[in-house]
């Protein structure tokens, strides 16, 4: 497949935990609405937090995106099949158990036929524990400092 | 895309639609007794609820028997001597669900393990089983992100896992092990949350019969259990379990 040339050149920027002006920096995942139950849709899933293919944890850095942004990105299926939680990255960085994951920026760059996402960024390790209990800690760590944003059961748009 | 027409209850006991669904609703008559599969219905789930009710599940197949099971049914009832003019006077706050796509796996998991003659699976459990098979449904990259679709045997696996921890539980309590959340999970795991105010326990049955069951659990301060375990070895669990539930 021939890579297509990028029209952006969105920079890999460090990410600190506060913006200038001291307001916490959050990370947005978009969480599909497998992982919202009709009869308890405050809880927020562990499972919600995969690394698939040992690439991170997909998300949106809240410097150049919105959770309204981040659900209106999603392709896949329908932006109302989804909900987005935020992360304060400071809360992961700070966490004992989750000290080991490291955020990274990971721009995607605009090309004739993408749109591109200076926001995205990633949360890289959760897998690096193989399928091991380890994983299943990190998750249910990631899932507790994760708040709802946008969550349609909750009346949360 | 067709539009699917979901009839009503007093539609399908005329017998003038053929449906393929189940019913859910809650019971008032206490005379019926436990086990209870009515004739030509599939398979059917009872729990007593704190109330005195009986919550209930029908889940029926007017496709294969073209016969109308409804009626037959409340002639079952009725040999009960249960006045009943129509099923609408037997169940309350009804709801007629479409079965779809891989359901029959689920009413398999049931009529193979004659799940109508358990008492001890808590109808909460049977409900999320049920629409745990949407994860079936599931294909490869469903996420956008890579994740692979979900095995059949891996659904089984974890069905059974339940049934034989509900068993223990309820030998153990004299109670119903209350269900967890189920959810599709990494690499084609399938996942088991349980959550409440005093405790979380996060575990994910394998896809492949080589790996354990591994899990997370703690009551948000120094009660912590984690580990792997071969998935007929859950006592460490279950005995955690009985701490909170």
């Known amino acids: ?157 | 895309m067709d539009k699917i027409y979901h009839p009503t209850l007093k539609e399908i006991v005329d017998g003038k639609f053929e449906y393929k669904g189940y019913i859910t609703g809650t019971i008032d008559y206490p005379e019926i007794k436990e086990p209870y599969k009515p004739e030509n219905v599939e398979n059917s789930n009872i729990n007593l609820t704190d109330d005195n009710t009986k919550l209930i599940n029908l889940y029926f197949n007017l496709d294969s028997t073209k016969l109308t099971p409804v009626p037959k049914l409340i002639k079952k009832f009725s040999r009960k001597k249960i006045l009943l003019k129509n099923l609408q006077s037997l169940i309350r706050n009804y709801k007629i669900n479409p079965i779809k796509k891989g359901y029959n796996l689920f009413l398999d998991f049931l009529n193979l393990n004659k799940i109508y003659r358990k008492e001890y699976i808590n109808i909460e459990l049977i409900n999320e089983l049920r629409d745990s098979i949407e994860i079936l449904n599931l294909g490869d990259d469903w996420d956008g992100e890579g994740s692979q679709g979900y095995q059949k045997k891996t659904w089984k696996n974890m069905a059974n896992f339940l049934q034989e921890m509900s068993l223990k539980y309820f030998i153990d309590t004299k109670d119903y092990l209350d269900s967890p959340f189920i959810y599709p999970g990494s690499k084609g795991d399938i996942d088991l949350h349980w959550k409440s105010k005093e405790f979380e326990l996060f575990l994910s049955i394998p896809q492949s019969d080589d790996d354990p069951i591994t899990y997370y659990g703690d009551d948000y301060k120094k009660n912590v259990i984690e580990g792997s375990f071969e998935k007929d070895n859950f006592e460490e669990i279950l005995s955690w379990l009985k701490k909170f539930l």
């Open chain 1, 1 to 157: 497949m021939v890579e297509e040339i990028p029209l952006t050149n969105w920079e890999i920027e460090e990410i600190p935990d506060l913006d200038p002006l001291g307001r916490e920096y959050a990370l947005y995942r978009c969480i599909y609405e497998t992982f919202i139950k009709e009869k308890a849709p405050d809880i927020i899933s562990p499972s919600a937090f995969q690394d698939e293919k040992y690439l991170g944890v997909s998300t949106d850095w809240s410097k150049y995106s919105t959770p309204k942004e981040t659900q209106l990105r999603e392709k896949r299926h329908p932006p109302e099949k989804y909900g987005v939680v935020s992360l304060k990255i400071r809360e992961i960085r700070e966490n004992e158990v989750l000290k080991e994951l490291s955020i990274e920026h990971s721009p995607i760059q605009k090309t004739a036929s993408r749109k591109g996402n200076c926001a995205h960024t990633d949360i890289k390790g959760i897998l690096k524990y193989g399928r091991s209990h380890k994983k299943n800690k990190a998750q249910v760590y990631l899932a507790r400092i994760a708040e709802w944003k946008i969550n349609c059961k909750l009346n949360l748009n």
